[in-house]
């Protein structure tokens, strides 16, 4: 086994904003399908008319006002009324046009963001199973998990408000300034810069320190979930060592450190809204003070007070809101730049670009001089050559720890051999595609792990195609058919999370009956008897026997009983090959292997 190393969450510093964006930014804007880029174009242009009507309607508000408080002669209140309710009701009809253009814009969008989401959420997934064993072994589910969980949900709202939000806010800025230049005077429009600078500067300076608060926040969130995960996942272990009040004492630890973290982004927020309000209110008060000192001097209306006054809380609204939108954009990131960096990890067994099909024509097995290690400074085989005929049966045996179960591994191609070759009817396995050799072989672990699911979609898990008549077969094969049509509920019965539902031996006929549907020409054994006990040992030995008939078999083994019948057995010791041969001749050479028959045999007579 590789050896296991400490998990470390990715920061966003694997990841800049800039380059997160542009991992993005193809999901919006692909070549195909065209209806994506039709949608966009389609919201863009609602977004524009929606504010331009927008930076229209306090024009529509100050008529209003002059109509109902004209300067000079007065005309009839009949003909003030008129005009006012008029410009009143434009106004108004102004009101729902931007808010109906607003909708209309996110129902184009809509359908964009969420196949983006998909397509991404679809694309961790994937990679995720792509990435090598030695990953895997090395992360701990839990954390990983709640990377993809934020680094979705991070993708949602950046679609959702940068396309959206943070573009359209910036052009009604800018529209809002230029009619303020033109229609009043340079001043307002510097107050309106003054205030624009400030709060952005404020904002982003402070966002910036809450960023590191996040991720913290974020680094504790991954360590409770995954402690929370973790204890589960191993419920009777901890039943096992009456280990509750210490399961809870560590997640209350985790938890702790997240509600120190919690508060301190919580009190930070409250500084941000508190600075924000501030300048807002500052620049609110200093237009509306020239505004009124031009209304005491007849250079402005009332109605021009109104619309500066209109104009003013248009500009406060977004401002607020775009540095609620920055603090979520950049928390954002932070959280996509972990999932991105994940999606940055290569995989280290890759398809070579010219990689055909595995073709098993006999399927005879060689390795030809195998060196493997798992870290530089160890090496765990040391030049194995083995072959194992079409149709035979070879049997490794050895200590823990000599290197037979990594010569499965290597077999499946979980790993790439440091040194050497393996083959498979003269097809260097390095050369084919994962896909085809993973087709060609199947497996049977010492401790089958079954999905959450019924007994039927775990067997038919090994052949999604396959019928009813052939799912009962390979369940007759496994000697488990019987079993199930006992349960109440038949093959639809339950399993429970990995299993638990079922003793070990019941999963092993599960597990082997799903391998045995798949109907694989190569079969590796990997120990899968080891875990049981005597009895339900020699009823798994017979559906593997079964299982092995006209097959080419590699089995790995701990007990030798169960492989004295093997054509060929190797005895492994410290990644070397030892002795070879059937059983009866590697009795009759009196070492390694005879050695260990003769302490089992007696470990069984005791047993009895």
């Given at each position: 086994m590789p050896p296991e190393t400490r998990d470390s969450t990715p920061s966003a510093g694997h990841a800049s904003g800039l380059q997160t964006l542009r991992r993005v930014v193809p999901y919006l804007w692909p070549e195909q399908p065209k209806w994506v880029r039709t949608r966009v174009v389609w919201a863009l242009i609602s977004l524009l008319v929606a504010k331009l009507i927008a930076v229209g309607s306090p024009y529509l508000y100050k008529m209003a006002v002059d109509a109902l408080a004209p300067e000079g002669e007065l005309p009839t209140l009949a003909g003030m009324a008129i005009g006012a309710v008029g410009l009143t009701i434009l106004y108004a009809l102004a009101r729902v046009l931007t808010v109906g253009l607003q909708q209309l814009r996110d129902v184009f969008f809509a359908p964009v963001g969420q196949r983006a989401v998909r397509l991404l959420a679809l694309e961790t997934f994937k990679h995720i199973h792509a990435l090598s064993l030695r990953y895997h072994l090395t992360r701990k589910t839990g954390g990983l998990s709640r990377i993809i969980e934020r680094g979705i949900k991070g993708v949602e709202f950046l679609l959702r408000f940068t396309l959206l939000s943070i573009g359209p806010l910036t052009l009604e800025l800018l529209l809002i300034s230029v009619v303020l230049m033109f229609l009043f005077d340079v001043w307002y429009l510097l107050i309106v810069l003054a205030t624009v600078a400030a709060?952005?500067?404020f904002t982003f300076t402070v966002t910036e320190w809450?960023?590191?608060?996040?991720?913290?926040?974020?680094?504790?969130?991954?360590?409770?979930?995954?402690?929370?995960i973790d204890s589960l996942l191993n419920f009777e272990t901890v039943k096992y060592f009456n280990a509750e009040e210490r399961e809870a004492e560590r997640y209350d630890s985790s938890m702790a450190a997240y509600q120190q973290a919690a508060l301190k982004t919580s009190y930070s927020l409250a500084f941000l809204n508190a600075g924000q309000s501030f300048f807002i209110s500052c620049g609110l008060a200093g237009v509306m003070i020239l505004a009124a000192l031009g209304v005491a001097d007849g250079s402005l209306t009332v109605g021009d007070f109104v619309m500066v006054n209109a104009y003013m809380i248009q500009i406060t609204s977004p401002l607020n809101f775009l540095g609620t939108v920055y603090r979520e954009i950049r928390q954002s990131?932070?959280?996509?730049?972990?999932?991105?960096?994940?999606?940055?990890?290569?995989?280290?067994?890759?398809?070579?670009?010219?990689?055909?099909?595995?073709?098993?024509?006999?399927?005879?097995?060689?390795?030809?001089n195998v060196r493997f290690s798992y870290d530089p400074e160890r090496e765990v085989l040391k030049g194995i050559s083995l072959s194992v005929p079409a149709g035979q049966t070879l049997a490794i045996v050895g200590a823990s720890g000599s290197g037979k179960s990594t010569i499965g591994r290597l077999l499946f191609r979980f790993y790439d051999v440091t040194q050497g070759a393996i083959r498979i009817d003269g097809?260097?396995?390095?050369?084919?595609?994962?896909?085809?050799?993973?087709?060609?072989?199947?497996?049977?672990?010492?401790?089958?792990v079954l999905f959450n699911d019924t007994i039927r979609y775990n067997i038919a898990y090994g052949n999604q195609d396959a019928t009813e008549a052939q799912i009962y077969a390979a369940a007759q094969a496994a000697q488990i058919?019987?079993?199930?049509?006992?349960?109440?509920?038949?093959?639809?019965?339950?399993?429970?999370?990995?299993?638990?539902k079922l003793s070990g031996g019941e999963k092993q006929r599960v597990g082997i009956a799903r391998t045995l549907l798949k109907d694989p020409p190569l079969l590796i054994l990997d120990e899968a008897t080891s875990a049981?006990?005597?009895?339900?040992?020699?009823?798994?030995?017979?559906?593997?026997?079964?299982?092995?008939?006209?097959?080419?078999?590699?089995?790995?083994?701990?007990?030798?009983?169960?492989?004295?019948?093997?054509?060929q057995i190797v005895v492994l010791e410290?990644?070397?090959?030892?002795?070879?041969?059937?059983?009866?001749?590697?009795?009759?050479?009196?070492?390694?292997?005879?050695?260990?028959?003769?302490?089992?045999?007696?470990?069984?007579?005791?047993d009895h």
């Open positions: 709060y952005v500067a809450r960023v590191k608060l996040r991720r913290e926040m974020n680094k504790q969130d991954t360590d409770a979930n995954q402690k929370a990131l932070v959280d996509m730049g972990e999932m991105f960096h994940l999606l940055g990890q290569p995989s280290e067994v890759q398809d070579k670009p010219d990689a055909s099909g595995l073709k098993v024509t006999e399927g005879l097995i060689e390795l030809d097809q260097d396995i390095r050369d084919v595609t994962q896909s085809s050799l993973h087709a060609s072989i199947g497996v049977v672990p010492q401790d089958t058919h019987d079993f199930i049509m006992s349960l109440p509920k038949g093959y639809d019965t339950q399993v429970g999370e990995r299993g638990l049981l006990d005597t009895g339900t040992e020699q009823g798994i030995q017979e559906a593997l026997s079964r299982a092995a008939e006209g097959r080419t078999v590699v089995t790995i083994a701990h007990r030798l009983s169960t492989i004295a019948d093997a054509d410290a990644g070397e090959v030892m002795e070879t041969g059937t059983h009866a001749e590697l009795l009759a050479l009196d070492g390694r292997y005879a050695s260990l028959w003769r302490r089992q045999a007696a470990e069984r007579l005791n």
